[in-house]
């Protein structure tokens, strides 16, 4: 079936740096993408999302890029602040199908 | 409330035992999801509900599993005679609408089955 992958387990960045978590996808039919973060104990939390007509969508210091050519989609978070540390799940999903299939995550450690 | 709840927050049960758990969703939202996580893993789909539409029932895992809503409002999932391997996170979540909204997740029942 298809999944939802990403490439990096872990990754540690300065604080104030700006950090780039990626994501590859296999389904060519998903037209729905969407970025979580998870603290520990909670629930996911809904960052950004981007439909596929689009290649980039921005929010407060946050960036989805989605490169269809190659199924690749990234989450940019600038100006990392503590807070950021979590675990960030990339999902997706298409239209009449809307069960999100969701990666493994990585585990975003700030380091003060 | 404002977000999705969900309860249990945690449970213990004992192997073979029956579990039910709740989720309240946000009020106005006609999709509803279930997902299970493993520790350490990402979310499983098991099951969701849209308004009056037969359930997508497609990701519960044995016939063990089953769910049901009432309305547009709280949705129970029960699982029987439950397993070791059920133990995990079960999470719920609701959207506005299916058609790719959002969706907003509770913070999970997480079960634990001895």
């Known amino acids: 079936g298809e999944s939802v992958g990403l490439h990096l387990p872990t990754l540690s960045v300065q604080e104030g740096d700006n950090s780039i978590i990626n994501c590859a996808y296999s389904?060519?039919?998903?037209?729905?993408f969407i970025w979580y973060k998870q603290e520990s104990g909670k629930g996911p939390q809904f960052i950004i999302d981007?439909?596929?007509?689009?290649d980039k969508r921005q929010g407060q210091r946050v960036t989805v890029l989605l490169n269809k050519t190659v199924k690749h989609l990234s989450l940019q978070i600038a100006a990392t602040q503590p807070g950021d540390s979590a675990v960030y799940f990339c999902?997706?999903?298409?239209?009449?199908?809307?069960?999100?299939?969701f990666g493994t995550g990585t585990r975003l450690t700030i380091i003060p | 409330g404002a977000g999705v709840s969900q309860s249990p927050s945690n449970k213990v049960t004992e192997k073979g035992k029956d579990v039910e758990l709740r989720c309240d969703p946000i009020s106005g939202h006609t999709a509803l999801y279930w997902y299970r996580q493993r520790l350490g893993q990402g979310l499983e789909f098991l099951i969701y509900f849209q308004g009056n539409s037969a359930p997508d029932k497609s990701g519960l895992p044995s016939d063990r599993f089953s769910a049901e809503r009432t309305g547009e409002s709280v949705s129970t999932l029960t699982i029987q005679r439950t397993q070791q391997e059920d133990s995990a996170v079960y999470l719920c979540?609701?959207?506005?609408?299916?058609?790719?909204?959002?969706?907003?997740f509770g913070d999970g029942t997480r079960l634990s089955i001895l």
């Open positions: 979540a609701s959207s506005q609408m299916t058609g790719n909204q959002p969706q907003h």
């Open positions: 999902a997706d999903s298409n239209f009449g199908n809307e069960k999100l299939t």
């Open positions: 981007i439909r596929s007509n689009m």
């Open positions: 389904n060519s039919a998903s037209d729905y």
